[in-house]
């Protein structure tokens, strides 16, 4: 009986053990399946139309390996993330922030970053304490690409113990380790950081430090990791997915090379990338997709909706094949993703920041204060992106490493930086390009180091025919919930309105000829309001020297010509205010807004000798007056056009000098046209007036577009010349005779800044019609008299 009961026992122990492994193993009825993924940037968005078809099908997935793009693809997918939330989240506008490898401008926080320049390249050194010094290494910024991986992904990693077999779907992403010239297989770890180091380009994005090794671009020695797919699972089918039909060239590309050579992303993969052919380790039993993507470029991650249905519809075509060596099988991934804590943004989740070890503890304390302060006991998951935004606002901060790691004792995450402390040396070249008389170069060099506090020290020059200026200024930025930031800066203006030619058009008339020379000692306090909005006091010292000279050959169409002499004009301006800019470009704004109000007080001393038909003027005296300034300016844009307006209101007691040409210059102005900044008239010119503009434009492509703008001017206090004698000015309230001018431009943007090619038309007499070509940027160093 006791054998019986033994024997019993032991055969439905064996039969429950052989139910059990029969419901933990992969059903009999079909075959293990890998999917292959292969890197080539943007191209890689193509493979979510994979997944989306695959899906569709009931295609099973047990194993995925990938590189670069196909790793980060990939490693999403393994995670948890369907094809449906991955299409979300390509076609979002944060994913475009996050592959610009720059905070858009309307993105970046008002009070952290530096003002718009029209600066063409960027150059970052690193200085040690030796004065050792170190140049970036990679073209693109990773700071935002690198916070939105981790907070996708960080549960995923905290869930599976860092082991990429207990993913969702076991995974493996291949990096390269170009100092011992082999593929490294990344198995375990965080999965955010090692599907970074699997898409880091070199010279494009820096490399990550995973087990105290740099890792680039897995593209370098394994684009397409069947091999490791076969090693790593060895599934019996595979299902390979390569970015581009072209399989290299077996000969030189006859025919194509100038068109390859245009394309420095071509000769970068070409020089760098696995040389082998894609269908080297697939068998008769497996299936290779080749995607139809060798036309787009690699770091263009605009054109989702092409690349996804190409994605869609040559799997499509595959799906046959597929089904029949696989055979479908639906399966359930709904279990896991609802055992994910889908964090809310706004919850307050993140309990702690960790700053790298090599800052001093100055330093921390002023990284801690910007992302958690130490009164608060947790912070949401978008209060650490929008202040994480503000240290990357800055150039200081702009190659910050962050990620998410989940504590053990507490189950929530902690916020870690890696960051290298030195001081860093900024350099920006650029100006721009025009047919008329503001070409000009433009050099900036400025240091940032940061204790308790950062700080900056820089230099601007600005050299051109009409226009030439130099500022040397110095900051401290205080950080606090709502930082505060002094500056303090001298600022040199000239313009030299005697060289204002146009080479395409006739010359531009100047009645009156004049050479502007202004010096300014400016200090302000900037409080940080919000994400785009501060609020200043300014306090500048004045001095301007403003010559005239005598010109017989133009026709006295607009005021006095008959003039020489100095006008100098010392004064404390005194001013307070609120701005609140949120437009996406400083020259030709498609989407945005911008507010300002100010007011300014002026004391100032007049010194002028100026000679009027053999008559000399000399003035001696006080110029005090009040200005109050409100503009507003906002852009609605649509899929394939939009419009904008802009209205600018100013009341000011500007008095009389003395004389009309003096009077002139002080007087509050308005410049509707881009080249309306290079001509000295009394048009657009009032003590007080109301101004405005209506914007149309058209988009032709991602990057050229038409635009159309009408400018309206009405001034109350117009300046006038006396009826007997020219240079005694006349302040006349009851003259609100209105300007007008009206703008055509064709505008392409480049990497660098647009082109622009414009005609346009002003009520001015001195102007009317013009067209001119520019290149680059047309902004300027502030004028704290003037703006």
């Given at each position: 009986?006791k054998?019986y009961?033994?024997?019993t026992?032991?055969l439905?122990?064996?039969l429950?053990?052989?139910?059990?492994?029969?419901?933990?193993e992969?059903?009999?009825?079909?075959?293990?399946v890998?999917v292959?993924?292969?890197?080539?940037?943007?191209k890689g968005?193509?493979?979510?139309?994979?997944?989306?078809?695959?899906?569709?099908?009931g295609?099973?997935i047990?194993y995925i390996?990938?590189?670069?793009?196909?790793?980060?693809?990939?490693?999403f997918?393994?995670?948890?993330?369907?094809?449906?939330e991955?299409d979300?989240?390509?076609?979002?506008?944060?994913?475009?922030?996050?592959?610009?490898g720059?905070?858009?401008?309307?993105?970046?926080?008002?009070?952290?970053?530096?003002?718009?320049?029209?600066?063409?390249?960027?150059?970052q050194?690193?200085l040690?304490?030796?004065?050792?010094?170190?140049?970036?290494?990679?073209?693109l910024?990773?700071?935002?690409?690198?916070?939105?991986?981790?907070?996708?992904?960080?549960?995923?990693s905290?869930?599976?113990?860092?082991?990429?077999?207990?993913?969702p779907?076991?995974?493996?992403?291949?990096a390269?380790?170009?100092?011992?010239?082999k593929?490294?297989?990344?198995?375990?770890?965080d999965?955010?950081?090692?599907?970074?180091?699997?898409?880091?380009?070199?010279?494009?994005?820096?490399?990550?430090?995973?087990?105290?090794?740099?890792?680039?671009?897995?593209?370098?020695?394994?684009?397409?990791?069947?091999?490791?797919?076969?090693?790593?699972f060895?599934?019996?089918v595979?299902?390979?997915?390569?970015?581009?039909?072209?399989?290299?060239?077996?000969?030189y590309?006859?025919?194509?090379?100038?068109?390859?050579?245009?394309?420095?992303m071509?000769?970068?993969?070409?020089?760098?990338?696995?040389?082998?052919k894609?269908?080297k380790?697939?068998k008769?039993?497996?299936?290779?997709?080749?995607?139809p993507?060798?036309?787009?470029?690699?770091?263009?991650?605009?054109?989702?909706?092409?690349?996804i249905?190409?994605?869609?519809e040559q799997?499509?075509?595959?799906?046959?094949?597929?089904l029949?060596?696989?055979?479908?099988?639906?399966e359930?991934?709904?279990?896991?993703?609802?055992?994910?804590?889908?964090?809310?943004?706004?919850k307050?989740?993140?309990q702690k920041?960790?700053?790298?070890?090599r800052?001093?503890k100055r330093q921390q304390?002023?990284?801690r204060?910007i992302?958690?302060?130490?009164?608060?006991?947790?912070i949401?998951?978008?209060?650490?992106?929008d202040?994480?935004?503000?240290?990357?606002?800055?150039?200081?901060f702009?190659?910050?490493?962050?990620?998410?790691?989940?504590?053990?004792?507490?189950?929530?995450?902690?916020?870690?930086?890696?960051f290298?402390?030195?001081?860093?040396?900024?350099?920006?070249?650029?100006?721009?390009?025009?047919?008329?008389a503001?070409?000009q170069?433009?050099?900036?060099i400025?240091?940032?180091?940061?204790?308790?506090n950062?700080?900056?020290?820089?230099?601007n020059?600005?050299?051109?025919?009409?226009?030439k200026?130099?500022?040397?200024?110095?900051?401290?930025?205080f950080p606090d919930?709502?930082?505060?930031?002094l500056t303090?800066?001298?600022?040199?203006?000239?313009r030299?309105?005697?060289?204002?030619d146009?080479?395409l058009?006739?010359?531009?008339?100047q009645?009156?000829?004049?050479?502007?020379?202004e010096?300014?000692?400016?200090?302000?306090?900037?409080k940080?309001?919000e994400?785009r909005?501060?609020?200043?006091?300014?306090?500048?010292?004045?001095?301007?020297k403003?010559?005239?000279f005598?010109d017989?050959?133009?026709?006295?169409?607009?005021?006095a010509?008959?003039?020489?002499?100095?006008?100098?004009?010392?004064?404390?301006?005194?001013a307070?205010?609120y701005l609140?800019?949120k437009?996406?470009d400083?020259?030709?704004?498609t989407?945005?807004?911008?507010?300002?109000?100010?007011?300014?007080?002026i004391?100032?001393?007049?010194d002028?000798?100026?000679?009027?038909?053999?008559?000399?003027i000399?003035?001696?005296a006080?110029?005090?007056?009040f200005?109050?300034?409100g503009r507003a300016?906002?852009?609605?844009?649509?899929?394939?056009w939009?419009?904008?307006?802009?209205?600018?209101a100013l009341?000011?007691?500007?008095?009389e000098?003395?004389?009309?040409?003096?009077?002139?210059?002080?007087?509050?102005?308005?410049?509707p046209?881009?080249?309306?900044f290079?001509?000295?008239?009394?048009?657009?010119?009032?003590s007080?007036?109301?101004?405005?503009?209506?914007?149309?434009?058209?988009?032709?492509?991602k990057?050229?577009q038409?635009r159309?703008?009408?400018?309206s001017?009405?001034?109350?206090?117009r300046?006038?010349?006396?009826?007997e004698f020219?240079?005694?000015?006349?302040?006349?309230?009851n003259?609100n005779?209105?300007?007008?001018?009206?703008?055509?431009?064709?505008?392409?943007?480049?990497?660098?800044g647009p082109?622009?090619?414009?005609?346009n038309?002003?009520?001015?007499?001195?102007?009317?019609?013009?067209?001119?070509?520019?290149?680059?940027?047309?902004?300027y160093n502030p004028?704290r008299?003037?703006?």
């Amino acid at each position: 009986m006791k054998i019986y009961l033994t024997l019993t026992t032991i055969l439905l122990s064996l039969l429950f053990s052989a139910n059990l492994n029969a419901q933990t193993e992969l059903p009999q009825k079909r075959k293990s399946v890998g999917v292959v993924f292969s890197g080539g940037g943007a191209k890689g968005i193509a493979l979510v139309g994979v997944l989306k078809v695959l899906e569709e099908n009931g295609i099973p997935i047990d194993y995925i390996t990938g590189t670069s793009m196909g790793a980060i693809i990939g490693g999403f997918y393994a995670a948890g993330y369907n094809a449906h939330e991955l299409d979300s989240i390509i076609r979002s506008e944060d994913f475009q922030i996050w592959t610009s490898g720059d905070l858009p401008l309307q993105e970046r926080n008002l009070f952290w970053s530096k003002p718009p320049s029209p600066g063409w390249v960027d150059l970052q050194v690193s200085l040690d304490s030796s004065l050792q010094t170190t140049f970036q290494r990679s073209f693109l910024s990773d700071a935002s690409l690198n916070f939105a991986l981790s907070s996708f992904l960080f549960e995923a990693s905290d869930k599976s113990n860092y082991n990429f077999d207990s993913l969702p779907i076991p995974f493996r992403c291949v990096a390269s380790n170009v100092f011992s010239k082999k593929q490294v297989i990344l198995k375990e770890g965080d999965l955010a950081q090692s599907i970074r180091a699997s898409m880091a380009v070199p010279l494009v994005y820096r490399p990550v430090k995973i087990d105290n090794r740099y890792l680039f671009d897995g593209l370098v020695y394994n684009n397409f990791p069947v091999s490791v797919m076969i090693d790593e699972f060895n599934p019996d089918v595979i299902i390979g997915v390569n970015l581009g039909t072209e399989e290299g060239f077996e000969g030189y590309p006859e025919g194509q090379d100038e068109e390859l050579i245009k394309n420095s992303m071509n000769v970068i993969t070409f020089l760098m990338s696995d040389k082998s052919k894609p269908t080297k380790y697939l068998k008769e039993k497996d299936i290779y997709i080749p995607l139809p993507v060798d036309d787009y470029f690699q770091l263009d991650f605009s054109p989702v909706d092409s690349l996804i249905k190409i994605g869609t519809e040559q799997t499509e075509s595959y799906i046959d094949e597929i089904l029949e060596k696989v055979g479908p099988l639906p399966e359930d991934r709904s279990r896991y993703r609802e055992s994910l804590v889908d964090y809310d943004h706004d919850k307050e989740i993140v309990q702690k920041v960790v700053t790298d070890l090599r800052m001093t503890k100055r330093q921390q304390r002023f990284v801690r204060r910007i992302i958690k302060d130490k009164n608060e006991d947790l912070i949401s998951l978008q209060q650490t992106n929008d202040r994480y935004n503000k240290l990357i606002s800055t150039t200081y901060f702009k190659d910050i490493n962050p990620y998410f790691i989940t504590d053990i004792s507490t189950g929530l995450p902690k916020f870690y930086l890696d960051f290298n402390p030195e001081s860093k040396l900024n350099l920006n070249l650029g100006g721009n390009v025009a047919t008329f008389a503001n070409s000009q170069v433009y050099f900036d060099i400025n240091m940032d180091f940061l204790s308790q506090n950062l700080y900056n020290l820089g230099l601007n020059l600005f050299a051109g025919i009409f226009y030439k200026s130099s500022k040397f200024e110095g900051s401290a930025l205080f950080p606090d919930k709502k930082s505060l930031k002094l500056t303090l800066d001298f600022t040199h203006i000239e313009r030299d309105y005697t060289r204002t030619d146009n080479l395409l058009t006739s010359n531009i008339s100047q009645s009156t000829l004049v050479e502007r020379s202004e010096n300014f000692i400016n200090a302000s306090i900037d409080k940080e309001l919000e994400k785009r909005d501060i609020l200043y006091f300014r306090v500048s010292s004045y001095n301007a020297k403003n010559t005239f000279f005598r010109d017989n050959t133009q026709p006295s169409e607009n005021f006095a010509l008959d003039i020489s002499g100095n006008v100098r004009y010392n004064a404390g301006l005194f001013a307070v205010g609120y701005l609140y800019d949120k437009l996406n470009d400083p020259n030709y704004p498609t989407n945005g807004a911008k507010y300002l109000a100010e007011g300014k007080l002026i004391i100032g001393h007049e010194d002028s000798k100026v000679t009027d038909d053999s008559v000399q003027i000399d003035t001696d005296a006080s110029r005090n007056w009040f200005q109050v300034k409100g503009r507003a300016e906002k852009y609605y844009e649509k899929v394939k056009w939009g419009w904008g307006f802009s209205a600018e209101a100013l009341f000011s007691t500007v008095p009389e000098f003395g004389t009309y040409s003096a009077t002139l210059l002080h007087t509050p102005v308005y410049y509707p046209l881009k080249n309306s900044f290079f001509n000295f008239s009394k048009a657009f010119r009032a003590s007080s007036y109301l101004a405005g503009s209506l914007t149309l434009y058209y988009k032709l492509s991602k990057t050229t577009q038409l635009r159309a703008s009408v400018h309206s001017f009405t001034g109350w206090g117009r300046v006038e010349e006396d009826g007997e004698f020219s240079e005694i000015p006349i302040i006349e309230y009851n003259n609100n005779n209105s300007d007008t001018a009206i703008d055509f431009s064709f505008v392409a943007q480049t990497p660098v800044g647009p082109l622009s090619l414009s005609t346009n038309y002003s009520s001015d007499p001195q102007m009317e019609w013009s067209f001119y070509i520019n290149f680059g940027y047309l902004l300027y160093n502030p004028n704290r008299f003037e703006d």
